[in-house]
């Protein structure tokens, strides 16, 4: 059977199938798909708009974010420096690599202490509901320590895989 690979040269069937890290995303997107409808709906058909619907598919697009993010951290599909290895010796792409993993553990581990701090000083409401910012926060630093363990432990696999597996992409993490 002719496996078809993809740019990263992983076979494309398993590259495309969807695992337990993308559902939090793709759960907060069909939400928000719902919520805009409904402000479309309500704004342009019944004249008469939810005043909720737009301060909630503003949240919701926050935790699409921050949850595709922790997707994109496990497939190692993050913007990168894909474009100066192809220039640059073999030789020199692991260093590069673990300083890129490096860099970006250490801004989702501060990124996430931030949020945890912001969570935890918050006291407001959201204006149209009764919910508390305070839970958006949490969820963003949950999201932000998920994305700093998954980068640490990218990092260890790169720094105790052999260099001549180096020049290949990443293998995904399906733990």
């Known amino acids: 059977m002719n496996n078809v690979k993809n740019m990263h040269g992983l076979d494309a069937k398993k590259a495309e199938a969807i695992h337990w890290y993308d559902w939090p995303a793709l759960l907060l997107l069909a939400i928000l798909a719902v919520v ?3 402000q479309f709906f ?3 058909v019944l004249n008469d708009s939810w005043a909720w619907t737009e301060e909630v598919s503003r949240y919701l697009l926050i935790g ?3 949850s595709g993010c922790l997707s994109v951290v496990f497939r190692r599909e993050h913007i990168r420096l894909e474009a100066v290895e192809s220039w640059v010796d ?4 692991k260093p590069m690599r673990l300083f890129s993993g490096s860099v970006s553990t250490l801004y989702y581990g501060f990124l996430a202490i931030a949020a945890f701090l912001l969570a935890s000083e918050s006291t407001q409401d959201l204006v149209s509901l009764a919910l508390p ?8 630093s949950i999201a932000l320590m998920a994305c700093a363990w998954v980068s640490l432990r990218n990092l260890i696999s790169t720094v105790t895989k052999p260099a001549r597996h180096q020049s290949d992409q990443s293998e995904l993490n399906h733990d």
């Open 64 to 66: 699409v974010v921050f």
């Open 42 to 44: 309500t704004r342009y």
């Open 133 to 140: 910012k305070a839970a958006i926060y949490a969820f963003i």
């Open 36 to 38: 805009v409808f409904a």
């Open 90 to 93: 073999t030789k020199n792409i």
